[in-house]
């Protein structure tokens, strides 16, 4: 799902908190959305939460650029490889489509509810 919008294009994520803003763009305190999981690490994902992640790359010619993914989780799941489940947090998205974070990389975890939390494994 990407859809053009101010500042799109906009995935499954991005497009979740667009629609949750009101016009100036805040979702308020006690409003049910998906709120920002503070401290969390990639064992903190579970099903219904939205990450987001990042990571530099570089492209056949040499150009560093910044991949980046969204997903909404609807299930986890394990990698074939038992070694690749300690170093990568693995989840089947909405599309149907296998994803994964591993447990340095840097993302954004949301999750339904009325506020910010506090990670799980803090």
Known sequence: MTDERPMGPHNVVTSKLYDQEDER????PGQEGYWKVWGARAIDIRPGDLVMSGWKDKLDDGTEVIQHAEYEVAEMASFTAPTMNTIRVGFIG????????GMLQAMVLLRWGTGNKLADSI
């Open 25 to 28: 763009g805040v979702l308020h």
């Open 94 to 101: 909405t599309n149907g489509l296998f994803g994964s974070v």
